[in-house]
């Protein structure tokens, strides 16, 4: 058995800021040999347990964690336990739309890191009876704890509660749904969405969703990039549907 990855989305499929890429790593295997990238990158585990190498030293990320590694720390990773990991691999996206993930990948050397724990980003699933309504959001990464471009949150919701009514950013976003489905209004569709599915959100798309079913809804949120500090990340939208709009300029005359 081998690690089996896909790409998500990408600067030459939906989407400029970033590479999403969904990778299974079988009981057993290893990653890539030690690397580095020259943008940041984080592993999120959906399933399972990622053993990372970082430098010298290792450390054991659980279902749930995210892994940070900032552009030029050199890591690996492997999968020591009896059962399949599935991890949502976040990758920057170089200055130009013609590099890949291939060669935004380079060779390097292990080598002591100090305090390779601060890397480790793990979430912390709560029963019902501790959330609220709304996101109930979980930093994964962000400005503060190091993480310049990536943004992303790890969300509960409880049934019947949902986000900010239909609104836009100005920046790409990315869902990933662990547990339970969202019921998703995306531009002038209404879709499903259930476990191990990704939606892309491109910069300007007016959305909003719902947790919809009868249990918590787990998901991982990806702001590409993440907004910048003053910036209004949810922009309301008026949208009514199921009206006719006004017609703009003169009345056409009847024939």
């Avoid at 998500?8 to 939906?14: F, H, K, M, Q, R």
């Avoid at 200055?95 to 291939?102: F, I």
């Avoid at 920046?171 to 499903?192: C, P, R, T």
């Avoid at 993440?226 to 990340?233: D, E, G, H, K, S």
Wanted: net charge negative; proline share 9%; hydrophobic share 40%.
């Amino acid at each position: 058995k081998e690690v089996a990855s896909e790409l998500i989305a990408g600067p030459n499929s939906g989407l400029d800021s970033a590479f999403v890429v969904y990778t299974r790593v079988p009981a057993g295997t290893r990653g890539p040999a030690m690397y580095s990238r020259p943008v940041d990158e984080l592993l999120f585990v959906a399933s399972g347990q990622l053993n990372v190498q970082i430098g010298t030293d290792k450390l054991a990320a659980p279902t749930h964690a995210g892994v940070f590694f900032p552009a030029g720390l050199p890591h690996t990773y492997s999968n020591d336990s009896s059962d399949t990991t599935v991890v949502v691999e976040i990758v920057q996206a170089g200055s130009s739309s013609a590099e890949t993930l291939a060669s935004l990948m380079m060779p390097a050397q292990p080598k002591k890191i100090e305090n390779i724990a601060q890397y480790l980003r793990p979430a912390k699933e709560l029963p019902p009876s501790q959330l609220k309504g709304g996101n109930n959001s979980q930093s994964e990464a962000n400005r503060a704890s190091g993480s310049n471009y990536i943004g992303m949150h790890y969300d509960q919701i409880l049934p019947k509660s949902g986000g900010a009514a239909m609104h836009i950013h100005p920046f790409n976003q990315v869902y990933y749904i662990i547990d339970g489905s969202v019921h998703l209004d995306y531009g002038m569709k209404s879709i499903a969405v259930k476990p191990n599915q990704f939606v892309v959100i491109p910069e300007g798309v007016v959305h909003q969703f719902l947790n919809d079913g009868d249990q918590v809804e787990r998901d991982i949120v990806m702001l590409l990039p993440q907004p910048a500090p003053n910036l209004v990340a949810d922009v309301p939208v008026d949208v009514r549907f199921g009206q006719t709009a006004p017609f703009i300029g003169a009345t056409p005359k009847a024939k």
